[in-house]
């Protein structure tokens, strides 16, 4: 009996710990850099020049969105060059922060799961367009 109700207890705490998840919230996106990362002649500096094996090179995306007095720094990282260009500052995208991650849902379609550089709160609270 006291094993059911210690495993009853846990199940109705790790309940109460999903159903805490905030919903997303509107935010401006007010900024997007692309930096290249790595490359396979990064991986192998010493390999003869021709002789480098080829493989994907990755990006990260740096997004920078303000949620009303709190501005955002998230890396999200892609095979894809031409990500960049699908954002524009100024944008209304939709929010949700998190310890560790952002999810950033742009344009009502997929949400993107990057993680959370930095976050601080910006002096002047009126709205970026």
């Known amino acids: ?24 919230e509107k935010a401006t996106l007010i900024s997007v850099t692309l930096s290249e990362t790595s490359s396979p002649a990064d991986k192998y500096p010493d390999a003869q020049p021709g ?6 090179v990755t990006y990260t995306y740096e997004f920078k969105v303000r949620q009303g007095c709190m501005e955002y720094t998230g890396l999200y990282d892609s095979y894809n060059r031409k990500f960049a260009g699908r954002f524009h500052p100024g944008e ?32 002047d609270c009126t709205p970026v367009k």
């Open 1 to 24: 009996m006291r094993f059911l109700t210690c495993t009853l207890a846990v199940l109705v705490l790790v309940g109460a710990a999903f159903a805490a998840v905030k919903p997303a």
């Open 51 to 56: 002789r480098v094996a080829y493989g994907p």
């Open 92 to 123: 209304d995208v939709e929010l949700r922060a998190t310890k560790r991650l952002l999810y950033l849902t742009i344009h009502g379609q997929e949400t993107l799961r990057m993680s959370l550089a930095s976050h601080h709160q910006v002096a």
